[in-house]
């Protein structure tokens, strides 16, 4: 694919390691690497090591802004979603003259749902959800729902990502896994003590989808069995743990390669919603031995031909203990080295190369440029009532009263309020623009006149064969 101006925009922040970040920026540093022009939008930022080492400069991103926690997909996601950030979109979107913008997870309340209103060129998104029911997902879809078309070729990271894409939009997502990079992840022998079977587990302790509590309910019965066993639970968030058991907290990339590449088992107690489980791929390819709950996506992560690591019941400490201390008592050497070999697949180079395929699939496929309408009344009243909903239920009333001034942005912009794109921008308007720098400075005040948002129709990938609605 020649080189083209992509533009990736990232809901979450940066500033927290997460596994659709890490994606973003693990494919901007391969394409930026494959000689595109590279840019990407998200909340939050991140330290010149870490971009560096995602072989990204800092003019590569733009900071979208400060975030709130809104309660999504089991998580409480760090997303920005206010009329500002609407025009902050905006205003990267003119700048970047992209060829193209890849939006994740386009139907969180986010930068990425703007982006997909704002985008005026062809749009792919990557669906990295597992969630089989959400209000905040609800309300989302229920403003967007129009939006959706606009999605000219859809990704889901999974199967399981994929049903979501079927049950909420009634379309259909090409499947594509996380990538990694292979390279950053290996056996780390000399990051070894000697001892008793070392064991870890990684990711958010606070987070009960993350499934931590199942593996310290394993705990005693590993401990009788092998005295001498290491714990190492890292990751952010609070949780007490036993005092034998240690705890780095929020680790950085090096040292989590060397945690990974120095335990015998890695534990994946998840109980839920998981889209992918890139951790266990990581995990593999470091050279440890995968222990892990029986979801769907670790399912389809750890069979084959022959199996690539050990699986339980989800939620069942006996379960747990058991298979772990199976896995103990196994010559693991083989398993091992066939699982590490199978993540060869999820390096970038191969995923990375197929994300390429479906962006020139876009560019050079037919194309019927219309007028996009906006939102339709039956959606803002069913917007309206997931509003009042999500309120009543639990969504808290910061994040209430934030959806309701995204659903209020969204219908001034239907109404013609918001020009997307500033028609009557005048060229000092522009230079006083330019001189805000990279997005970080105040909004511009929006261009103002009533005129149809031109933008072209959707050319789905594919029609959902599963419609359920
Ligand atoms: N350095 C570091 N990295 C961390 C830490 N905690 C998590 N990570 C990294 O963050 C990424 C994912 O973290 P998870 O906690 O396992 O997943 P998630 O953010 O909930 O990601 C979701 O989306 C992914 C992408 O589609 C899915 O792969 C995953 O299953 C899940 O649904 C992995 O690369 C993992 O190594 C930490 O403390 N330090």
Redesign the pocket.
Known sequence: MTSRRIGLVCPYSLAV????Q??VLGLAGHLTARGHHVEVFAPGSVEPARLAAFGLRGDQLTDAGRTVGIPYNG?VAPVNFGPLSLLRVHRWLRRGRFDLVHVHEPLTPSVAGWALVAARVPVVATF?T?TPRSRTMGVAGALLRRTVDRIDAGIA?SATARQVVVQHLGRDARILP?GFRRADFGPRPAARRPGGPRIAF???LDEPR?GLEVLLGALPRLRTAHPGLEVVV???GHRPLPAWVQAPG????PA?AELLGSVDLFVAPHVAR??????LV?AMASGAAVVASDLP?FVDLLSGPERLGYQFAAGDADALAEAVLLALDEDRSELVRRARHATRRYDWTRVGAEVEAVYQDVLTGPRSPGPWTGIDPATVAEARWRLRLAARRGVGAPQAAALRLAARALLDQAAGAVDAEQPDRTPAADAADASAGDGRGSAPTPGRGRRAVRGHRSRRVSTAAGRTR
């Open positions: 390691p997460g596994g659709v890490n994606h998580s990295h597992a990271v996380n990684l990711g958010r993350k890292a990751g952010q929020r680790i950085d990339d989590r998981e889209s992918f489980g890139i951790v990581e996506p």
